[in-house]
């Protein structure tokens, strides 16, 4: 059993670390209320939204490095701090730049404080079955963080302004300054430690340059938009052919040789994709096309997302018995048919098969996420284990970055087709690239007309989820085949 001074750092973890797991999901629901007070674009949504889980796949692992430098405890009061900071300035946000700004800034904090509660808890839980124990209830703070967001967020958002969303950090932060100041011990230093900020910085521009391209190319094909992406695309290659030849890469790309790796680490990050970008398109679908207030959606994707983080157990019991292959492929093939089904159905209509469709969605995704894991974790050598456990990481932030990134992407160009052969040519450039832009642009017409449209364009966004979805799980099938193909049968 733990000691007591043990179970008050624990609780220091806990408390530091549960704001950073809500603030990845918080937003999910908060896109149209926040469409309405900002006037923000699709595009500057999915900024504001996928800026967070973007940033933090590139700071990871030099803030972790930052972190065996000057120590855990410097490393997370500078992360609250900055945490803290980022709060305030998101709440009192009056543009989207400046929005986005500041969740960038959560994003560095967060970065910081994610290594340094996992570093202090392998500095105080020594005994292994209380360090287990103990990893095991900050895995469930980070599961279940990421599971009530949408519903911490659903409630403030019906019931108080959404500024809330992110002054609720605010009393935490205060409240665990003096806790880690006055609880946690200093640790010694390794003055040695490479840091890798030069490379994570390349490595992130990459990243930002090519998500930007791709949000822009798709809304207006431009030679700017374009040249971004292609540099981008540039900068990118440059850094993987970079940390192929350096003898201290940020990340290892050799272990990509390894079909097995290589392969799991496209499911981790498509596995993620698929939660986050349903959790996206539906939240908006239920606020936009059914009238759901912000906590009735929450509310409705509840079981997904409680099977998708608590499914874990039963996924370990089927790796255990099935092997990494058949349980990744069973996962994504049980994926894939839960969103081609919830593409073809009308979710709200249909309660109860609805839920029993995102249950099996959550489980199946669970399953190839964590047969992923497993086998990139099992594949790679046991000198190589830090470098593979960085990649996982990488990918599972990646995932969640680009899901929201791809799912917006392809929502808004169904979304502006599908209004272009309902309201012709001119449709689209005057009432934007979403639905959330088109209900302001109709707030001027005259009531009939108002309805005529909104109906329209309710159409409009219910056909373009459907085409996203069917798209989404035939990407997993794919997966599933070339998972299959790929891991061998005894991984």
Known sequence: MFSLKKITVLFVIILVYLPVSLDATILHVAVPT?????????????????????????????????GDRIG???????????????????????????????????ALG??????ATLACLRDVFTDSDERNMAIGVWAFVGGGGAALGPLVGGYILNHYDWTLVFLINIPIVLFSIP?????????????????????????????????????HVFAALTYVNLAVLVIGLLVMYGFIRFSLRS?????DFSLFGNPMVSTSTVVVVFSMVAVVGFELLMAQELQFTHGYSPLQAGLFMFPFILS??????????LLNRLGFKL???????????????????????AYVKSTLLMVLLGVGLEMAFLSATSTILAAAPKDKAAAVGAIEGMAYELGTGLGVTLFGILLSLFYVGNLRERLGEMAPTEFGSSLGETIQAVARLSPADREAVLNIASDAFLSAHSAVLIIASLILFL???????????RS
Request: glycine fraction near 6%; charged fraction near 10%; include cysteine.
């Open 34 to 66: 926040l469409n309405h007070s900002l006037n923000l674009t699709s595009n500057q949504l999915l900024w504001v939204i996928d800026i967070y889980a973007l940033l933090m796949a590139g700071l990871l692992l030099p803030m972790g490095s930052l």
């Open 247 to 251: 003898e201290h890469p940020m990340i």
């Open 327 to 349: 349980t990744a492929c069973i996962g994504l093939v049980v994926g894939g048919a839960a969103l081609l089904s919830l593409a073809l159905i009308d979710v709200t209509a």
């Open 308 to 317: 998708f983080g608590l499914s874990s157990f039963l996924v370990v019991m």
């Open 72 to 106: 855990y405890k410097k490393l997370m009061l500078a992360g609250v701090l900055i945490f803290g900071l980022a709060s305030l300035a998101a709440a009192f946000s009056q543009s989207a730049q400046m929005l986005i700004a500041s969740r960038a800034l959560l």
């Open 179 to 215: 806790l880690i100041i006055c609880l946690l011990r200093r640790q010694e230093k390794n003055n040695r430690q490479n840091i890798n900020l030069l490379q994570a910085l390349v490595f992130i521009s990459a990243i930002i340059a090519i998500v930007f391209g791709l949000k």
């Open 479 to 489: 997966l599933a085949a070339l998972s299959w193909r790929l891991i061998p049968a």
């Open 110 to 115: 967060a970065s910081m404080i994610l290594p």
